[in-house]
């Protein structure tokens, strides 16, 4: 999902930042003197981007009113949407550890996340491994993507990560459980010949 974020906010911004520059300079420039051209919004610098009748063109009509206010409110759902889901942090901050003095010690989430990472990508048959803590604080969670090297087991592979790299951070945190969302991934290789 972040990626398909990234592609949305690049996107988006770029369309409404070309927007804005569009036509804030061509009223700038008609606004300066600039000769505009026939079919332009904007006619000369003392003529105004929305006339009286412009405005008050469709108010008579029945359909025009619910179209704006939900076309408005669409405009809004999405608004806010992008917003919940560029201030949304995916990746866990912190790690709440119990150190069984009834304080709590945090342990930062990308230290973690680094240790599991290479636990997991000493385990038999994988090539590199990539771990982000999810959740919350008190209850983490992990994604770990493996990237499997040819002809190796997967199910043996995903039986080592979860009974040691996984046991062994859930066990060092401190933390009841620690569940994983796992993604296996192969390795490209040439077809080798046989003979």
């Not at 003197?33 to 105004?48: A, E, F, L, M, N």
């Not at 983490?140 to 043996?156: I, K, S, T, W, Y």
Request: net charge positive.
């Amino acid at each position: 999902m972040s990626t398909v974020l990234r592609i949305v906010n690049r996107v988006l911004l770029g369309v409404v930042g070309l927007a804005l520059v569009v036509l804030g300079g061509s009223v700038l420039a008609i606004g300066l003197g600039v000769r505009s051209t026939s079919w332009w919004i904007h006619d000369g610098p003392h003529d105004v981007l929305l006339s009286d009748a412009g405005r008050t063109r469709w108010r008579d009509q029945g359909w025009w009113w619910p179209a704006v206010v939900a076309g408005l409110a669409v405009l809004v759902l999405l608004a806010l949407w992008w917003l919940a889901a560029v201030l949304h942090r995916r990746r866990l901050a912190e790690v709440l550890v119990d150190v069984g003095d009834g304080e709590g010690a945090l342990l930062r989430g990308r230290a973690l996340e680094s240790v599991l990472a290479q636990d997991a990508g000493r385990l038999d048959g994988v090539a590199h491994a990539q771990v982000q803590l999810t959740g919350k604080k008190g209850a983490p969670g992990a994604r770990v993507q493996l990237l499997m090297e040819p002809h190796v087991d997967p199910g043996h592979t995903l039986h080592l990560l979860t009974t040691e790299a996984l046991a062994h951070a859930r066990d060092s945190a401190g933390l009841a459980a620690l569940p994983a969302e796992v993604r296996l991934r192969a390795v490209k290789h040439r077809a080798e010949r046989v003979s």
